[in-house]
């Protein structure tokens, strides 16, 4: 039986990669530029080619490497080896795990990225020793997965897009075809929005922002801006921060009585932001459920950082060789 598996998080920006043992230790790691509008070809190459350096590297044998795991953006179709749908890839109804195994010569098994991000904090992050884990991921966007006594919750296709509920407050219209959807507000992208929206409504309401007076060009203004706006005390930077917690902690209380997690826990760029956006969050999720769920309910963030991603494709590659 192989020793080793790929661990491989691919992103809109970079491809992350790593070779991991089955406890879930690292022994070589590699990040490369994505560059999606290269192709799909070419992103698939860069995979195999991260593959192929890392055995010559290390000088591990290729028999010795159980399998790769590929962490996803987007629809994904584990048990097809698919990509159904990745917006920021352009991929569409494409045979990644084909592909992969036909370039490096390996068994390939894929996921969503999220999933995997969540499986990897499970197993080996700030997860561990929780066995009911609701994960959320937000960065440019945001999603969950749940990973129930150490398997990942697949239901029936995509589970986990909470991103794409529809909140009536929320007026965006989303890429998705919806509009009011909870990532377009509570994202990294969706702080930048509503920023943007208020100070150039007209009304003046904020003409006397930090944002409006550091960033003119509103082109430029990024969430970590938010969040150092927000530690000056600037008021539009507080209220953003405030009503995207309120509305996370709003969603969060619906979906809790329906999973009952031990423990919630949260990455993801965004998450950078930690209480100024996570403390409304929890304040207003454990002030609407019932104390049989917030009582044993923690509220974690993550502790992995970009090696999560990989440290949970590897770990989907050595289940899926065992046949779990």
């Not at 890392?54 to 097809?80: H, N, S």
């Not at 994960?135 to 398997?151: E, F, S, W, Y």
Request: glycine share 14%; charged share 20%; net charge negative.
């Amino acid at each position: 039986m192989g020793r080793y598996a790929f661990g491989v998080d691919v992103g809109g920006t970079n491809i992350e990669c790593g070779i991991v043992r089955p406890e879930g230790t690292p022994i070589w790691r590699s990040r490369v530029r994505t560059e999606p509008r290269k192709g799909n070809e070419h992103v698939m190459a860069l995979i195999a080619g991260q593959v192929r350096e890392g055995l010559r590297e290390t000088g591990i044998p290729a028999e010795d490497v159980l399998a790769v795991g590929v962490g996803m953006p987007g629809l994904v179709e584990p048990l097809r080896g698919v990509s159904i749908r990745s917006t920021n890839l352009f991929f569409r109804d494409y045979p990644v795990a084909a592909k992969l195994m036909e370039l490096t010569g390996l068994p390939v098994y894929i996921e969503n990225d999220v999933k995997l991000y969540v499986y990897g904090e499970s197993c080996y992050g700030a997860g561990r020793g929780y066995r009911h884990v609701l994960g959320l991921t937000l960065g440019t966007g945001l999603a969950a997965a749940l990973v129930n006594d150490g398997r990942l919750y697949n239901g029936s296709g995509c589970p986990g897009e909470i991103g794409h509920i529809p909140i009536d407050e929320i007026p965006y219209p989303c890429g998705c075809g919806l509009t009011g959807c909870l990532e377009t507000a509570v994202s990294a992208t969706g702080l930048v929005r509503q920023a943007v929206s208020a100070l150039a409504d007209g009304s003046g309401d904020h003409a006397d922002s930090l944002l409006a007076k550091l960033y003119p060009d509103l082109g430029q203004l990024t969430a970590k801006d938010i969040s150092d706006a927000y530690d000056q005390g600037d008021a539009l930077a507080v209220a953003i921060m405030e009503r995207s917690g309120r509305l996370l902690g709003r969603t969060l209380s619906y979906i809790v009585p329906m999973v009952s997690p031990d423990v919630i826990l949260v990455g993801g760029g965004a998450a950078q932001a930690g209480d100024r956006l996570l403390g409304p969050a929890k304040e207003t999720l454990y002030a609407s459920i019932m104390p049989v769920y917030r009582e044993n309910l923690a509220f974690v963030t993550g502790e992995l950082g970009s090696d999560a991603g990989v440290l949970g494709s590897a770990k989907w590659a050595f289940d899926r060789s065992a046949g779990e």
